[in-house]
Nanobody, 121 residues
Framework: QVQLVESGGGLVQSGGSLRLSCESSRRIANYRDMGWYRQAPGKQRELVAVIQNGGQTNYADAVKGRFTISRDNAKNAIYLQMNSLKPEDTAVYYC???????????????WGQGTQVTVSS
């Protein structure tokens, strides 16, 4: 059973920084990709950033140039460095892991419990 545990959320002023961490109970090198999503009150969960097994990254337009996703295979963890935070970044941030489960390429996505990020103006 995959377990993902996020940490690093909190309250920060606009313009500040936070670093989120996500630790996996299994080797992250076995995942197709891992990512960070967020969900603000009354809104759908949205992709923030994803990092592929090979290291390629993709970001939502709203965070490009401010957020950086990274991974440490030795620690089985990924990170999200968030700089120049804005009030609209306020949300619960979730870590996810996607892995292939059969030869046809079917995938399963697992989620962490989420960590709250609140940016005050």
């Amino acid at each position: 059973q995959v377990q993902l545990v996020e940490s690093g959320g909190g309250l920060v002023q606009s313009g500040g920084s936070l670093r989120l961490s996500c630790e996996s109970s299994r080797r992250i090198a076995n995942y197709r990709d891992m990512g960070w999503y967020r969900q603000a009150p009354g809104k759908q969960r949205e992709l923030v950033a994803v990092i592929q097994n090979g290291g390629q990254t993709n970001y939502a337009d709203a965070v490009k140039g401010r957020f950086t996703i990274s991974r440490d295979n030795a620690k089985n963890a990924i990170y999200l460095q968030m700089n120049s935070l804005k009030p609209e970044d306020t949300a619960v941030y979730y870590c996810s892991a996607t892995f292939v489960v059969n030869v046809e390429g079917a995938t399963v996505q697992r989620w962490g419990q989420g960590t709250q990020v609140t940016v005050s103006s």
